[in-house]
């Protein structure tokens, strides 16, 4: 049984050992492709894979077809956007991912940024603290119940809107639910951005939404840079010299983003969960489902048909 890590961002070291000693111990082969630049080293080295473990790595219908022995790919991460589930489901393999394995990191990386545009982005000049503000959540799984509760350290005013969440369940974990998109951003003077990206959700965040916030907003983005329509966010940093956007991922149209100096920031490569607890962890939760799911047919965190 072969379990390929493929990884174009690789886990830090001590989570590859840790997945490979899992492997192992069931008796399986761990085969690694980190950092690779083209899809034909991925399509080459899943060709006799039984299972691959991947982070955002596209795992299109072309990679499902090239991998013949192919019967579980697990995102070591939330999002799964990057894995074509149709294409899995049409040739009976398995999809899963790692709910909460990372979350922790994304969400003190979002607290971060808001710190930092919140300090006019380190330039020395005099900015503003996050205590008293309103902090907008919107999506309250996993990572904005993190973000939720570190923002309350901070002595945030902390809101939260999930189209999928109760009222009561955000209630319950001290914040306070509003009943919309459009209420939640009128509320909070920050949005920290926690919904996938789904039909449903790309290109949501648009300009009218965006305006409602209050002066001198912030849009904190550690989701996904489809659910943005850039264009319409473009236009709206252009009226509106108030509004700063923070990403950890690099828009589509970073060219033109990158003319809102002061006003606008982008990490270079996604790194929300990049660090060793997050990748011992997400790394670990994969090669583990994955060798629960070989062996006892385990499919709790499957996420296809
Ligand atoms: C996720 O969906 O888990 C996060 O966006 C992290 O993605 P990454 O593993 O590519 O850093």
């Known amino acids: 049984m072969k379990v390929l ?51 955002s790595d596209i795992i299109d219908a072309e990679v499902i077809e090239a991998a013949k022995q192919l019967k579980i790919v697990v995102r070591a991460g939330a999002g799964f956007d990057n894995i074509d589930l149709d294409a899995a489901t049409k040739n009976k393999v398995c999809v899963m991912n790692t709910p909460g394995q990372n979350s922790n990191a994304v969400a003190e990386l979002a607290l971060g940024m808001m710190v930092y545009a919140f300090r006019n982005f380190y ?39 999930d189209a999928y969440c109760p009222a009561e369940a955000i209630a319950s974990a001290g914040v306070t639910p509003v009943n919309s998109a459009e209420e939640l951003y009128t509320t909070c003077q920050i949005i920290s951005l926690h919904i996938p990206a789904t039909a449903e959700t790309k290109k949501s965040i648009n300009y009218d939404l965006l305006n409602k916030m209050p002066k001198n907003a912030l849009l904190v983005n550690t989701a996904r840079k489809e659910v943005i329509d850039e264009e319409q966010m473009l236009q709206l940093m252009k009226d509106r010299a108030d509004f700063k956007y923070v990403t950890d991922i690099e828009p589509s149209m970073k060219e033109a983003f990158a003319a809102f100096e002061g006003r606008y920031f982008a990490t270079p490569k996604k790194m929300g969960a990049q660090t060793s607890e997050a990748n011992i962890n997400a790394g670990l939760a994969a090669a583990e489902q994955i060798v629960d799911f070989i062996v006892n047919g385990n499919t709790r965190f499957k996420v296809n048909n």
Do not use: C, W
């Not at 001590?14 to 991925?42: H, M, N, P």
């Not at 603290?129 to 309103?134: D, F, H, I, S, W």
């Open 5 to 55: 890590v493929a990884t174009d961002k690789p886990f830090a070291k001590v989570a590859v050992d840790g997945i490979r000693s899992t492997i192992e111990k069931a008796g399986f082969t761990l085969a690694l492709l980190e950092k690779y630049t083209e899809k034909k080293q991925l399509l080459d080295a899943v060709a006799d894979a039984d299972a691959i473990i991947v982070r």
């Open 123 to 161: 330039n020395g000049t005099s900015g503003a603290e996050l205590m008293g503000k309103k902090l907008g959540i919107h999506a309250f799984g996993n990572v904005g119940r993190n973000v939720a509760r570190i923002a309350k350290g901070f002595g945030m005013e902390v809101y939260a809107f």
